[in-house]
C-alpha cells in the first residue's frame, strides 16, 4: 500500500513536517499556492509571501492604499500598517487569496464623529473585519459635500492600480451615507473607464443607506458593472432624514434592498446620534441598527468575503 503524501504546516503555512516521500513532491500547499522548496516561498502570482516569518517579500503592488486599512487609525495595531504583513496576523481566521482589497467610504464628517468622538461605524467594523484582502479605507465628504470629488478619483485610482497588478482581482465597495453615493460614483467611473486592463467589474457594492444630498449628482441608477448590491434603506415610515433621499434605488445585475426601522445614523451603526424622529423610540433604533450590519454582512458572505 502506498504511503500517504501528507504535510504538516504551521499557523502561517510554514512545513513543520511531511510524511512519505511524495509529500514533498507535491508543489501544491499552504493556501493551494505553489511552494518553491529552495526559497521556501509561496507564489500568489504577483508576489511572494515568506511563511516563516508570517511576510510577504514585496509590498502590495497597489501600494499605500493596499495597507491603508481603518486599523491603521488605531496606535495600538501598528500591523495594520504594515505593507509587508499577512492577513494582519490573523492566519487561522483570515484568508488572503489575492492580496488586494476592499474600498470602504465613510459616512459625511466621519473624521468628527468617528476618529474624534469614538461612535460605533459599520464601514469602519466592515473593513477592519474585511479578510479577503486588504481594505483601503476613505473618510467621508464634509457637511456641505466638498471632498466627494476627491475621494471617487482616489479610490478609482487604487483599483486601477490593483488591476493592473492583476487583472482579474475581484473590487468590492462598502459605503455609508454619502459614502454610499461615492461608492456608487466609482463604479460608475469604473464602467465608463475600465483602465488599460479592461476589467471594470464589481462583485458586491454593500450599501448602508446611500444618500445624494450633493449638488453634482444624484444617481438613482447603479452602473451595470455591478453585479450585486446589497443596499440597506431607511423605512420611508419612520421619519428619520425625511429631506435625505437615497441614491443608488435601483440598477446592478442584481440589486437587493431592505428597509429598517432606524434613524440614519443608526443605518450607519450609530442609534440615536443623529436625528430623533418622532415616529420611533430610542430603544426601538437601539434594536434594529444591529439587523443593518447583520444584513449587509450575510449577503457579502453569500458573495464569497471572507471573514465578515
Same mark, same amino acid.
Given at each position: 500500500?502506498?504511503?500517504?503524501?501528507?504535510?504538516?504546516?504551521?499557523?502561517?503555512?510554514?512545513?513543520?513536517?511531511?510524511?512519505?516521500?511524495?509529500?514533498?513532491?507535491?508543489?501544491?500547499?499552504?493556501?493551494?499556492?505553489?511552494?518553491?522548496?529552495?526559497?521556501d516561498?509561496?507564489?500568489?502570482?504577483?508576489?511572494?509571501?515568506?511563511?516563516?516569518?508570517?511576510?510577504?517579500?514585496?509590498?502590495?503592488?497597489?501600494?499605500?492604499?493596499?495597507?491603508?486599512?481603518?486599523?491603521?487609525?488605531?496606535?495600538?495595531d501598528?500591523?495594520?500598517?504594515?505593507?509587508y504583513?499577512?492577513?494582519?496576523?490573523?492566519?487561522?481566521?483570515?484568508?488572503?487569496?489575492?492580496?488586494?482589497?476592499?474600498?470602504?467610504?465613510?459616512?459625511?464628517?466621519?473624521?468628527?464623529?468617528?476618529?474624534?468622538?469614538?461612535r460605533?461605524?459599520? #464601514?469602519?467594523?466592515?473593513?477592519?473585519d474585511?479578510?479577503?484582502?486588504?481594505?483601503?479605507?476613505?473618510?467621508?465628504?464634509?457637511?456641505?459635500?466638498?471632498?466627494?470629488?476627491?475621494?471617487?478619483?482616489m479610490?478609482?485610482?487604487?483599483?486601477?492600480?490593483?488591476?493592473?497588478?492583476?487583472?482579474?482581482?475581484?473590487?468590492?465597495?462598502?459605503?455609508?451615507?454619502?459614502?454610499?453615493?461615492?461608492?456608487?460614483?466609482?463604479?460608475?467611473?469604473l464602467?465608463?473607464?475600465?483602465?488599460?486592463? $479592461?476589467?471594470?467589474?464589481?462583485?458586491?457594492?454593500?450599501?448602508?443607506?446611500? #444618500?445624494?444630498?450633493?449638488?453634482?449628482?444624484d444617481?438613482?441608477?447603479?452602473?451595470?458593472?455591478?453585479?450585486?448590491?446589497?443596499?440597506?434603506?431607511?423605512?420611508?415610515?419612520?421619519?428619520?432624514?425625511?429631506?435625505?433621499?437615497?441614491?443608488?434605488?435601483?440598477?446592478?445585475?442584481?440589486?437587493?434592498?431592505?428597509?429598517?426601522?432606524?434613524?440614519?445614523?443608526?443605518?450607519?451603526?450609530?442609534?440615536?446620534?443623529?436625528?430623533?424622529?418622532?415616529?420611533?423610540?430610542?430603544q426601538?433604533?437601539?434594536?434594529?441598527?444591529?439587523?443593518?450590519?447583520?444584513?449587509?454582512?450575510q449577503?457579502?458572505?453569500?458573495? $464569497?468575503?471572507?471573514?465578515?
Amino acid at each position: 500500500m502506498a504511503k500517504s503524501r501528507t504535510t504538516h504546516l504551521g499557523p502561517f503555512g510554514e512545513v513543520i513536517r511531511q510524511t512519505a516521500p511524495m509529500a514533498k513532491a507535491n508543489p501544491i500547499r499552504f493556501s493551494t499556492k505553489y511552494q518553491d522548496d529552495e526559497t521556501d516561498f509561496l507564489y500568489y502570482g504577483y508576489r511572494y509571501y515568506n511563511p516563516s516569518t508570517g511576510r510577504w517579500i514585496g509590498r502590495d503592488p497597489i501600494g499605500e492604499p493596499g495597507f491603508e486599512s481603518l486599523t491603521d487609525r488605531d496606535d495600538n495595531d501598528q500591523d495594520a500598517a504594515n505593507p509587508y504583513g499577512f492577513v494582519r496576523n490573523d492566519s487561522l481566521d483570515s484568508v488572503d487569496n489575492l492580496g488586494l482589497f476592499l474600498v470602504a467610504i465613510d459616512g459625511t464628517d466621519s473624521k468628527k464623529w468617528i476618529h474624534k468622538k469614538g461612535r460605533n461605524c459599520f #464601514v469602519k467594523n466592515f473593513a477592519n473585519d474585511y479578510r479577503s484582502g486588504n481594505a483601503m479605507y476613505l473618510d467621508g465628504p464634509n457637511n456641505l459635500g466638498g471632498g466627494v470629488h476627491s475621494a471617487v478619483n482616489m479610490g478609482y485610482a487604487a483599483i486601477l492600480a490593483a488591476l493592473a497588478a492583476n487583472p482579474k482581482e475581484p473590487i468590492d465597495l462598502v459605503g455609508h451615507s454619502r459614502g454610499g453615493l461615492i461608492a456608487i460614483l466609482i463604479a460608475k467611473k469604473l464602467q465608463n473607464h475600465p483602465g488599460p486592463c $479592461g476589467n471594470n467589474t464589481v462583485p458586491f457594492m454593500g450599501l448602508y443607506d446611500a #444618500v445624494g444630498m450633493y449638488l453634482w449628482t444624484d444617481p438613482k441608477v447603479i452602473a451595470g458593472n455591478v453585479q450585486y448590491v446589497a443596499h440597506a434603506r431607511r423605512d420611508p415610515a419612520d421619519g428619520s432624514r425625511t429631506s435625505w433621499g437615497n441614491v443608488g434605488t435601483s440598477g446592478g445585475q442584481n440589486y437587493i434592498p431592505q428597509f429598517f426601522w432606524a434613524t440614519h445614523s443608526g443605518m450607519g451603526g450609530d442609534p440615536w446620534g443623529g436625528d430623533h424622529p418622532k415616529q420611533m423610540t430610542e430603544q426601538q433604533d437601539d434594536e434594529n441598527s444591529p439587523k443593518v450590519d447583520a444584513w449587509i454582512r450575510q449577503n457579502a458572505r453569500s458573495h $464569497g468575503l471572507n471573514g465578515i
